[in-house]
């Protein structure tokens, strides 16, 4: 069966070290994955895409890998600070008719920076 | 909110009501999507609407009627809903046409199944 899986239910750092998040997927072939953040009660927001041919994306403190022959997705977030405590969601992008996609969701580490 | 709305944010209904759900997006995207969210479950991709056509119908439950009336609004129609449909309902737009395949989500409805 398709699943996606998240490492742990939640991830517990002290602010300034390095974040690391695991994403695992089965039985899926994925053009692109992404990564959202969702603070409670509210809609997840986009963070960083990365495609099947790259191997390694960046964004200030974020850094995405995608090792398509392992079927993993590792996210960073380096120097964390508690306003970084939140839920970080993978996705796997799928396309579907027409030229759209449709977003494969894990459920997601809920990440607890402390000061 | 300027990027995607929804109203309303919450919403109780009983089991025999009938309510909807609404959404705008600001964005100029071509696609927009349905998706539910139960407590410790991930996101469920209900419905996508590409030009005001569904493109995809996720096995939801006929109780469940989704409208596109444009690009730009999307409605989800409840009636005779159960307690188990109690969650966050999330509604997302993005160009699905582009090389940007990020989709941008709005605030949600908590919904409440009495």
């Known amino acids: 069966s398709q699943k996606i899986e998240q490492n742990s239910e939640a991830l517990n750092i002290q602010e300034g070290k390095t974040a690391t998040l695991t994403c695992n997927y089965t039985?899926?072939?994925?053009?692109?994955l992404q990564w959202y953040r969702q603070d409670p009660g509210r809609g997840p927001v986009f963070l960083l895409l990365?495609?099947?041919?790259?191997k390694e994306k960046r964004k200030e403190r974020l850094k995405v890998t995608f090792d398509t022959t392992l079927k993993q997705s590792l996210f960073h977030i380096t120097a964390s600070q508690p306003a970084d405590s939140a839920t970080y969601l993978c996705?796997?992008?799928?396309?579907?008719?027409?030229?759209?996609?449709?977003?494969?969701f894990g459920a997601g580490t809920r990440l607890a920076v402390h000061p | 909110e300027t990027g995607v709305t929804q109203t309303p944010r919450h919403l109780v209904m009983g089991m025999t009501n009938k309510k909807s759900l609404k959404c705008e997006q600001h964005?100029?995207?071509?696609?927009m999507y349905w998706y539910k969210q139960s407590a410790k479950k991930p996101l469920e991709l209900m419905f996508v609407?590409?030009?005001?056509?569904?493109?995809e119908n996720n096995s939801v439950p006929s109780r469940f009627s989704p409208e596109c009336p444009n690009s730009s609004h999307l409605f989800l129609h409840l009636h005779t809903l159960q307690p188990e449909d109690s969650a966050l309902y999330l509604c997302?737009?993005?160009?699905?046409?582009?090389?940007?395949?990020?989709?941008?989500f709005g605030p949600g409805t908590r919904l409440t199944v009495t």
């Open positions: 990365i495609r099947e041919n790259e």
């Open positions: 039985n899926y072939s994925p053009a692109y």
């Open positions: 609407y590409s030009l005001e056509e569904r493109v």
């Open positions: 964005l100029g995207h071509n696609a």
């Open positions: 997302a737009s993005s160009q699905g046409d582009s090389d940007n395949y990020e989709q941008y």
């Open positions: 996705a796997l992008d799928i396309p579907i008719s027409g030229g759209y996609n449709k977003l494969i």
